[in-house]
């Protein structure tokens, strides 16, 4: 069994920036693609940022990019997730999640069909 433990998540003034680490501890580090989640309350899971990590390719929707800057270290199975300009509206829990094994990108980033394993959650909450 591996493991995918958030962490860096807080309280922050809206603008401000935070940095999510994930560690893929054991197997969880997926060769294929790991991405950054997040749910606010009433609303859906949505992928913010994604990595294919052979490469280390980012891609990110439309409405994050300029903000968040997804990377990785894969030599300490991390995954990052720089949040920067944060708004209101990204108070959420923020998921780490790695790709299934048997997984090809069909493009958009990581679907959550596609997901293998999903970290606990880190809490981050902007405030005015």
């Known amino acids: 069994q591996g493991h995918l433990v958030e962490s860096g998540g807080g309280s922050v003034q809206a603008g401000g920036s935070l940095r999510l680490s994930c560690d893929a501890s054991?197997?969880?580090?997926?060769?294929?693609?790991m991405g950054w989640f997040r749910q606010g309350p009433g609303k859906e899971r949505e992928m913010v940022a994604t990595?294919?990590?052979?490469?280390?390719?980012?891609y990110y929707p439309t409405s994050m990019k300029g903000r968040f800057t997804i990377s990785q270290d894969n030599a300490k199975s991390v995954v990052y997730l720089q949040m920067d300009n944060l708004k209101l509206e990204d108070t959420a829990t923020y998921y780490c999640a790695a790709a299934r094994q048997q997984y090809f990108s069909r493009g958009g980033g990581l679907y959550l069909s596609d997901v293998g394993y999903w970290g606990q959650g880190t809490q981050v909450t902007v405030r005015s």
């Open positions: 990595i294919y990590t052979g490469a280390g390719t980012p």
């Open positions: 054991g197997n969880t580090f997926s060769k294929h693609c």
